[in-house]
């Protein structure tokens, strides 16, 4: 691009990041009015309730998850005593290198990383592809195509399970057979209705003017969809890899079927589970959920704000 056209680039973008400026304050009905609220009483009722309410989702959300890293450190016979055992008495890692050793908690892990990262990697390239298109380039018949995909949301999943399986087992045209190889975890994750119709609907908010910008210059729309388009779309890019990720990471049925000679952690839990204590199993499944819950508490920012952006128009 030229300085002059980069110039008017980077002003109308920063015209889209800058703050709208603030509105007069609207109140909204509510069960309690404003003016009860401001009272002593009012203030001292709001806190008690909305501490209920925090401390009732905490121990909702927390407690499955509390019960799964400590019965990992309890034996065999307090895990399953009743009424349940809180915290051990003798905390041992025992049943954690157990469950390593005799899972293959690494093999499995790393079976599990290479499926969930081609996923991620062919969804964004697809998604964004046609997010993109549906959005900004404006294709024929696209919005009868949009609502196609967003139709096909309607099917549940499992009748979906044997028209894919019979499709992987020999492939049309090519006639390959994709079992116990990491596409058949990649390619039916390419097309994903819901993460496309986020990502349009995010394209949708980008004022036009930064398109006309570049194509002034003689950006074609693949180098504006990359100088332009992603950069500021990290939010939502961040919000559909986490949905790409975890949807392959708890993934049971299909891995189960379609890759038996390498087994993702939910498939090697649940094969070694007849024949393992109970708490090295529940310290395998702890152990399981460890990358899942660390990647969300690292991009849960990014989670917030690509849910929230773009939602409202004005």
């Excluded at 009743?82 to 079976?111: D, E, K, Y």
């Excluded at 790409?244 to 993702?264: G, R």
Aim: hydrophobic fraction near 55%; proline fraction near 7%; include cysteine.
């Amino acid at each position: 691009m030229t300085q002059q056209t980069a110039s008017r680039v980077l002003m109308t973008r920063n015209r889209f990041r800058a703050r709208k400026p603030k509105s007069a304050p609207t109140y909204h009905r509510t069960l309690i009015s404003r003016t009860q609220l401001n009272t002593t009483r009012g203030r001292r009722f709001y806190w008690i309730a909305l501490t209920v309410a925090l401390v009732l989702a905490t121990v909702v959300f927390i407690g499955p998850l509390f019960w799964m890293a400590t019965g990992g450190f309890k034996t065999s016979q307090e895990l399953v005593r009743n009424p349940p055992v809180l915290l051990p008495s003798h905390p041992s890692t025992h049943a954690f290198s157990l469950a390593w050793n005799r899972l293959g908690m690494a093999q499995l892990l790393w079976n599990t990383v290479v499926y969930a990262g081609g996923a991620l990697l062919f969804q964004l390239t697809f998604c964004v592809g046609a997010a993109y298109s549906l959005s900004k380039l404006r294709p024929i018949f696209g919005n009868w195509i949009l609502a196609l995909m967003l139709a096909s949301m309607m099917i549940p999943a499992a009748a979906l399970v044997i028209p894919q399986y019979l499709t992987v087992l020999d492939l049309p045209l090519v006639h390959w057979n994709l079992q116990n190889t990491p596409w058949v975890i990649w390619l039916p994750t390419v097309a994903n209705a819901f993460n496309v119709f986020l990502l349009k609907r995010f394209f949708d908010s980008i004022p036009n003017d930064l398109l006309d910008a570049a194509a002034v210059d003689g950006a074609g729309p693949l180098r504006t969809l990359w100088r332009i388009v992603l950069p500021i779309s990290r939010p939502i890019l961040g919000v559909v890899s986490i949905f790409a990720v975890v949807a392959v990471w708890k993934d049971f049925l299909w891995p189960l079927i379609t890759v038996p000679a390498h087994e993702t952690l939910n498939v090697g839990v649940n094969t070694a589970a007849t024949s393992m204590p109970d708490n090295a199993l529940v310290g395998g499944l702890f152990l399981a959920s460890i990358p899942t819950i660390v990647l969300f508490l690292f991009f849960q920012r990014n989670i917030m704000a690509g849910l929230t952006v773009g939602g409202v128009k004005g």
